[in-house]
C-alpha cells in the first residue's frame, strides 16, 4: 500500500462522493470527524462512536503535547491504541489552539513559543516539531502546522501570515515521515482575499500533499463570505485529493460545503451542544432546557433512531439536563453525533444518485419548517 | 400474582440464597442495588447498568419529589417508562435525605416539613405522602417513611425515634396500596441497642411487609457496630421474607452482612467514587489519580472483564480523571458497579455451593494482597 489514497467514485453539481483509503481502514466521503480533544470525543465511549456510523475522528495536537504528552502516547502504542479507537484518526496541527488557547505566544520564522494553559509550562511549536508529535501519535492524518489568520485581516497581514503558512507547510512536508495508508494534509490560507488563496494553492500543490484543507474560516466571517471562499477556492484543488473543511460547521455549513466539493469535516459542535443541552434535529435546533419540554413524552426526534430518540422522551432528556446529569450530555451527544453522521450519509446517498441540489433543498425544507409543535 | 414474594434457595452458614418476584422481574439474591438517584444511575445508560449484572435499581423519593417530581412522573408513565429501567425499582422513603440533606426542617408526630435544597420551596413529608409519592413513581418496592436516627444516640433518643418509626410504620402500611408484584418493607430501627431493635421488630412483623430492612447504620458507627447489630437482628427476622441493609457499603461490607443473613444492598460509593477516580478491585481500592499509574499499560483489574478493564489501560483511565473527562467517570462507574456486581454473584454462587465461609476468606485474601506491583 502506498500512501493514503483517495478514490472519487461520483459528482453531483459540484458535490463528490469519494473513499478514502488508509493504513486504519476506509472512510466514505463526504464524512463528519467527531472531535475526539483530548485522546475522548467528550461524553462517548467509541462502542457509541462506531455506532453513530463515524469512521474517523480527530485529535488535539495541542491538548495532547500538554497531557498526556506525546511521548508518553508513543510509548504505549499510540493513539489508536491509547484510546481504543482502531479507526483512521486526523491530528491538527495544534496551530490554531496555540492562536487561540494561550496568552502568552512568540511567534517567530521559526514557530510559536507559549505556556500551557494547564501549568503554565514553556512549550515551543514548529513545522517539524509538529509533525513529529503527530508522528508520535501515530496520526493517520497528519495536518501541516500553520497560521491561522485572524479575521478580520488587512490584505497586508493576510499575505504575510499566509506567506509564512506557505513556508512552513514546506518545513511540515519535509519533516513528514511517509508511511503506506498514512497521509499529510497541506492547509489553504489567504482569508478572505482571492488572490491570496490562489497563491497559497499554487505554493501547496506543488508539495503533493495527501489532502488539501481549507483552513481560516468559521472564524466569524459568516457563512457567505466562508462559501464565498470555497467557491473561489475548492474549483483550484486537484480533484483527485480530499478537501477538508476545518472547524465547521452547523448543519446548514456541512450542506453548502458539500455542494461546494468538500470532502471532510470537524467541529466541537455538536459535542460541546450535547453538554450544554442544545439538540440538533432535521427540524432545526432544540434547547431542551426550555420549560416547553417539561411534560412532552415525545422523542427529541420521532424519525431518529438515535438511543436518545428511541428510548427516552423529550420530558426525561429535559429533566436530566436541568439536575446537570452525566446522562444528559450523554445522550445529547450522541444524539447530535449521530444526526451529523445520518446527515452526512443522506448526501452520499444523493450524490450517488446524483440529486444532491434536492436533497439540500428538502433538508432546508425541513430546517425551515421548526420543531415539532407544542405538546398538548 | 399475589405481592412480591421471596424464596429461599440455598443457606451456607447464616448466608441466604434466594429469589424475589417481583412485577417487573425476577431478582437473584444477595443483589447490590446500584442508586438512581435522580432517575439515572448517574453516568451510566441503562444497557450500561443491565450488562453489569445489576437487576434491580434505588431511585430517591427526595431528589424525585423536588425534580422533575412524583406528579410528573406519573403523567409520563411512571419512573421504569421516565428511565427506560423496565426491571424493578426500589424508592426509599425520602426520610434519609431530609434528615441529612435539608437544614431547615421540623419534625412532628405528623411528618417532616423541610425547605428544597434546590429553590427553598416549603414541603411536607408524612408516612402517607411519602408512601402515595412512591405509588405515584410506580416502585416496585415501597420502603416505610421512617426516622434514620442519628449515631450516635442515647438510649432514650434512640426509644423515641424508634417508636416514631414504628408508628411511621403503621401509617406506612396502611397507605400502601397492594399490587400483584408490588411490595413494601418495613425498616427496622434502635440505633446501636439490642433491646430497642428487638422492640422494633416485634412492631414491625405483625404488620406482614413483604420485606424488612435494617435502618440507622452506615451513619458512622463502623464495621464491627454494624455487624454486631445485625448478628442480633437477622437471626429474628422472618425467613421467608427478604432482608435488605441500607446504604451499604465498601466491598468488605457487603462480605460481612452477606454472612449475617443479608439479601439485599444499595450503596452510592461504586457510581460516587467512579466519578473521582477510586477503584474497586478483588485487589482493594485503587485510586487512578495516583501519578503511579501514568505509564501504566496494564489494565486496572487484569481479571476483570468490564469495558474499561477489557479496552484500556491504566494510563488511559489515570488520563482521562486527571483531565475531568467525561468518559473517565463513564468507564470507572461502569467498572465499580461490574465489580460489585460480580462480588454479588460470586457469593450466590459461594452459597449454592456452601462455601460461603471460604469465599469470604479468599475475598479478604486478596484484598489483603494489595494493588499490582508498579509497573516497569
Same mark, same amino acid.
Given at each position: 500500500?502506498?500512501?493514503?489514497?483517495?478514490?472519487?467514485?461520483?459528482?453531483?453539481?459540484?458535490?463528490?462522493?469519494?473513499?478514502?483509503?488508509?493504513?486504519?481502514?476506509?472512510?466514505?466521503?463526504?464524512?463528519?470527524?467527531?472531535?475526539?480533544?483530548?485522546?475522548?470525543?467528550?461524553?462517548?465511549?467509541?462502542?457509541?462512536?462506531?455506532?453513530?456510523?463515524?469512521?474517523?475522528? *480527530?485529535?488535539?495536537?495541542?491538548?495532547?503535547? =500538554?497531557? +498526556?504528552?506525546?511521548?508518553?502516547?508513543?510509548?504505549? @502504542? $499510540? #493513539?489508536?491504541?491509547?484510546?481504543?479507537?482502531?479507526?483512521?484518526?486526523?491530528?491538527?496541527?495544534?496551530?490554531?489552539?496555540?492562536?487561540?488557547?494561550?496568552?502568552?505566544?512568540?511567534?517567530?520564522?521559526?514557530?510559536?513559543?507559549?505556556?500551557?494553559?494547564?501549568?503554565?509550562?514553556?512549550?515551543?511549536?514548529?513545522?517539524?516539531?509538529?509533525?513529529?508529535?503527530?508522528?508520535?501519535?501515530?496520526?493517520?492524518?497528519?495536518?501541516?502546522?500553520?497560521?491561522?489568520?485572524?479575521?478580520?485581516?488587512?490584505?497586508?497581514?493576510?499575505?504575510?501570515?499566509?506567506?509564512?503558512?506557505?513556508?512552513?507547510?514546506?518545513?511540515?512536508?519535509?519533516?513528514?515521515?511517509?508511511?503506506?495508508?498514512?497521509?499529510?494534509?497541506?492547509?489553504?490560507?489567504?482569508?478572505?482575499?482571492?488572490? *491570496?488563496?490562489?497563491?497559497?494553492?499554487?505554493? =501547496?500543490? +506543488?508539495?503533493?500533499?495527501?489532502?488539501?484543507?481549507? @483552513? $481560516? #474560516?468559521?472564524?466569524?466571517?459568516?457563512?457567505?463570505?466562508?462559501?464565498?471562499?470555497?467557491?473561489?477556492?475548492?474549483?483550484?484543488?486537484?480533484?483527485?485529493?480530499?478537501?477538508?473543511?476545518?472547524?465547521?460547521?452547523?448543519?446548514?455549513?456541512?450542506?453548502?460545503?458539500?455542494?461546494?466539493?468538500?470532502?471532510?469535516?470537524?467541529?466541537?459542535?455538536?459535542?460541546?451542544?450535547?453538554?450544554?443541552?442544545?439538540?440538533?434535529?432535521?427540524?432545526?435546533?432544540?434547547?431542551?432546557?426550555?420549560?416547553?419540554?417539561?411534560?412532552?413524552?415525545?422523542?427529541?426526534?420521532?424519525?431518529?433512531?438515535?438511543?436518545?430518540?428511541?428510548?427516552?422522551?423529550?420530558?426525561?432528556?429535559?429533566?436530566?439536563?436541568?439536575?446537570?446529569?452525566?446522562?444528559?450530555?450523554?445522550?445529547?451527544?450522541?444524539?447530535?453525533?449521530?444526526?451529523?453522521?445520518?446527515?452526512?450519509?443522506?448526501?452520499?446517498?444523493?450524490?450517488?444518485?446524483?440529486?444532491?441540489?434536492?436533497?439540500?433543498?428538502?433538508?432546508?425544507?425541513?430546517?425551515?419548517?421548526?420543531?415539532?409543535?407544542?405538546?398538548?
Amino acid at each position: 500500500m502506498t500512501r493514503l489514497r483517495f478514490e472519487l467514485l461520483n459528482t453531483s453539481g459540484r458535490g463528490r462522493r469519494g473513499r478514502i483509503f488508509t493504513a486504519h481502514g476506509v472512510v466514505e466521503t463526504p464524512t463528519f470527524m467527531p472531535v475526539g480533544t483530548a485522546a475522548t470525543v467528550k461524553a462517548m465511549t467509541v462502542d457509541a462512536v462506531k455506532a453513530t456510523g463515524a469512521q474517523i475522528v *480527530l485529535g488535539n495536537t495541542y491538548h495532547l503535547m =500538554l497531557r +498526556p504528552t506525546a511521548e508518553r502516547i508513543a510509548r504505549l @502504542g $499510540g #493513539l489508536h491504541k491509547f484510546m481504543n479507537w482502531e479507526g483512521p484518526i486526523l491530528t491538527d496541527s495544534g496551530g490554531y489552539q496555540v492562536m487561540s488557547l494561550t496568552a502568552l505566544r512568540k511567534m517567530s520564522e521559526n514557530g510559536v513559543t507559549f505556556r500551557s494553559h494547564l501549568d503554565g509550562s514553556a512549550h515551543t511549536l514548529t513545522p517539524e516539531r509538529s509533525t513529529e508529535i503527530q508522528n508520535l501519535l501515530d496520526a493517520t492524518i497528519t495536518m501541516a502546522f500553520d497560521e491561522c489568520t485572524p479575521y478580520p485581516a488587512t490584505h497586508e497581514v493576510a499575505k504575510q501570515s499566509m506567506e509564512l503558512s506557505m513556508r512552513w507547510a514546506e518545513r511540515s512536508r519535509k519533516a513528514f515521515v511517509a508511511r503506506p495508508g498514512y497521509g499529510q494534509f497541506g492547509i489553504v490560507q489567504g482569508s478572505v482575499y482571492p488572490d *491570496l488563496r490562489a497563491r497559497s494553492m499554487d505554493a =501547496l500543490i +506543488p508539495m503533493d500533499f495527501e489532502g488539501y484543507a481549507v @483552513g $481560516g #474560516l468559521a472564524v466569524g466571517e459568516g457563512q457567505p463570505i466562508m462559501f464565498a471562499v470555497l467557491d473561489q477556492t475548492t474549483p483550484r484543488l486537484p480533484v483527485e485529493k480530499p478537501r477538508y473543511l476545518m472547524g465547521v460547521g452547523k448543519p446548514a455549513d456541512l450542506v453548502g460545503a458539500v455542494q461546494r466539493g468538500i470532502d471532510m469535516f470537524d467541529c466541537v459542535l455538536p459535542t460541546r451542544s450535547g453538554r450544554t443541552g442544545q439538540a440538533f434535529t432535521r427540524r432545526g435546533t432544540v434547547n431542551i432546557r426550555n420549560a416547553r419540554h417539561q411534560d412532552d413524552p415525545r422523542p427529541l426526534d420521532p424519525d431518529c433512531t438515535c438511543p436518545a430518540c428511541s428510548s427516552y422522551s423529550r420530558a426525561y432528556l429535559h429533566h436530566l439536563t436541568r439536575a446537570g446529569e452525566i446522562l444528559g450530555a450523554m445522550l445529547l451527544t450522541w444524539h447530535n453525533i449521530h444526526y451529523y453522521q445520518e446527515l452526512m450519509a443522506g448526501m452520499r446517498k444523493a450524490i450517488e444518485e446524483d440529486r444532491l441540489d434536492s436533497f439540500a433543498a428538502e433538508f432546508h425544507r425541513e430546517q425551515a419548517a421548526g420543531d415539532l409543535a407544542p405538546w398538548q
